[in-house]
């Protein structure tokens, strides 16, 4: 710690009781100063040929023929007066980082200028703050906690922005170039501890971690941590996430039981004030702060009732990377009083925002991916079609992975969980894993059936996918059911069952059979006689499909008992599809959508 010393002459203040200070000297003391609930004796010459402000009172006091003086509003108090008075006496006064800001404040309440007399105590002080005391790691931190009990003087006078800016400065640095101590509680090192059998006794320089000023830090009042976190983000030179492990370790120490999840009985305002900081604080970028650090943020957010903003906010912070979240993060405690262990209504929202960003990436990504086609047909960005597919991959895993774990759901909920992901967006390897689940409705197994085989037929041909009639369509996402109310009430249920192992095999072999042929067309025939076998096997396709749909209507039939007359004249019939039927997609649509 950097000190300076002030003054050659002895020490001679003498303490009398518990509140009487006096100077002991051959001459008698002529004023008396009350300074709070202390009061000095002293000499009326050494005091006014420094301070500009003790001269106005005791001219002031000479009128009224009194020889005692009140003050009680003096910055510092006793302590702050006495090392003023001593300096006015030339006697020995020792400055330090825990002492200098009050001294530097009471001497601006005394007016010690140099226009009072040169070399005078302000111009001292100044000169080992800016010469010592600001350029040390420690003592500038030391000296920012003592201006909390000395504002707004330490504020007027500039010395909490200096402190600021010399630690925010010094955190900021490039770390080759931190030469000073600090705190870091690490493990260290074999050769460190000299328990290396490999270590020669030759001790290399280790080098400075990124946040080697964190917990330094965590000694600070919140206040003045909010304020010194806020000025090292303005200089723009550290990272976000050591940002991050810095609230983190400000939090593990600062909130007692915080790593535990809980927070300890003791002053709830006050952990409240402390949360809802850090919260204010979290850098913005994703995944610079860990997402088990963030729940028991929010855990310690709801057990101290921070605000409904802020609680709203974090919560969008940990849907953004709720994937890196285990198991035991998500267990939070439900209030008092409720009839669950866990908040599960907590958990439940945190999911939904998770599922929304998710949506809204493979938007972007989607959005993206057709610029790109726009722009440059023939250069589209095949990582770009990667990224998505990976994006509906992690999607149609984790629907997999809940109806796998909730067999008993009904097919209305089985059927709006599936609506999430889109079956034209999958990889390869997802729709071979599909076409086998027997979890997903038969709707969704013929979705990725039948995308498949028009993406391999499109690519092969060199064309976009073909015209469907509106009776496929209806299959697809965004598609239309037929105009009769009875058949397609039947259709819908039969196409949200969960399909049959039978079921799986048949749709398999009739994609291979397509498949078999078009490789067949392939081999025999030249280029044009390519294209005509992929259109042969796209029809088939469609009628193959078309089949399928008619032969569910005929069992939904026999299942349910015969359509009424006016029902039938409405249905079309199974073995074409109008241009009627065509024409009333638009409005049939807009009733019975399934995408």
């Not at 000023?213 to 010194?228: A, F, P, Q």
């Not at 979240?325 to 439940?348: C, E, F, M």
């Amino acid at each position: 710690m950097k000190f300076m010393k002030l003054g050659s002459k002895p020490d001679s203040f003498q303490t009398e009781g518990n509140n009487i200070r006096y100077v002991a000297t051959e001459l008698a003391t002529d004023i008396a100063f009350n300074v709070g609930d202390v009061k000095f004796y002293l000499h009326k010459f050494p005091l006014l040929s420094k301070s500009a402000r003790l001269q106005k009172l005791v001219s002031a006091t000479n009128d009224e023929n009194s020889d005692e003086m009140l003050i009680q509003d003096i910055p510092g108090g006793p302590a702050a007066f006495e090392i003023c008075a001593k300096f006015c006496y030339g006697m020995t006064v020792t400055l330090n980082a825990y002492n200098v800001v009050a001294a530097r404040c009471a001497a601006e309440y005394l007016e010690m200028y140099e226009t009072v007399e040169k070399g005078n105590l302000i111009y001292k002080i100044e000169v080992f703050l800016n010469t010592s005391i600001f350029r040390s790691w420690k003592d500038s931190i030391i000296v920012l906690q003592t201006t909390r009990s000395l504002l707004p003087w330490s504020e007027e006078l500039k010395v909490v922005s200096h402190c600021l800016d010399s630690i925010a400065t010094k955190a900021s640095i490039d770390t080759s170039k931190v030469e000073w101590s600090y705190t870091y509680n690490r493990r260290k090192l074999p050769s460190e501890n000299g328990n290396d059998p490999h270590w020669n006794g030759m001790r290399k320089p280790q080098s400075v971690p990124k946040d080697w000023w964190v917990e330094d830090l965590c000694e600070l009042h919140i206040d003045l941590y909010k304020r010194v976190i806020s000025t090292i983000k303005t200089k723009e030179r550290v990272s976000a996430d050591v940002i991050g492990e810095a609230l983190n370790a400000y939090a593990l120490q600062r909130l007692p039981g915080f790593g535990k999840g809980m927070i300890q009985n003791g002053d709830v305002t006050k952990y409240r004030s402390l949360v809802e900081t850090i919260m204010w604080l979290l850098p913005t970028e994703k995944g610079s702060v860990p997402c088990g650090f963030l729940l028991k943020l929010l855990r310690a957010a709801i057990m101290l009732e921070c605000g409904e903003t802020e609680r709203t906010e974090l919560m969008r912070k940990i849907g953004q990377q709720l994937e890196e979240a285990t198991a035991a993060d998500l267990l939070i405690r439900a209030p008092s009083g409720d009839t669950t262990v866990y908040d599960v209504d907590t958990v439940q929202s945190l999911v939904e925002e998770f599922l929304a960003c998710e949506q809204n990436a493979y938007s972007d990504l989607s959005l993206e991916n057709e610029f790109q086609k726009i722009r440059s047909p023939r250069m589209t960005s095949d990582a770009s079609k990667v990224k998505v597919a990976k994006s509906h991959d992690g999607l149609y895993r984790a629907i997999d992975m809940y109806l796998k774990e909730h067999p008993g759901i009904s097919k209305s909920e089985r059927k709006r969980i599936c609506r999430l992901m889109d079956s034209r967006k999958l990889s390869v390897e997802a729709c071979m894993h599909a076409v086998q689940n027997e979890r997903l409705p038969l709707r969704v197994v013929v979705q990725v059936l039948f995308f498949e085989q028009i993406r391999a037929t499109a690519s092969a041909a060199g064309n976009s996918t073909p015209d469907l009639p509106g009776s496929i369509r209806s299959l697809l996402p965004g598609g239309s059911h037929g105009s009769s109310r009875s058949t397609t009430t039947n259709t819908e249920e039969d196409w949200d069952s969960i399909p049959t192992a039978d079921d799986i095999q048949a749709l398999k072999g009739e994609i291979a059979t397509l498949r078999l042929a078009g490789g067949n067309s392939d081999k025999n025939g030249n280029d044009g006689c390519k294209i005509d076998a992929e259109k042969v096997t796209a029809g088939k396709m469609k009628g193959i499909l078309m089949s399928k749909i008619f032969s569910k209507l005929r069992s939904s039939k026999d299942k349910y008992g015969e359509i009424s007359s006016s029902d039938t004249s409405e249905s079309p019939s199974p073995g074409s599809t109008t241009a009627e039927e065509t024409k009333s997609t638009p409005s049939r649509s807009r009733r019975h959508s399934v995408s």
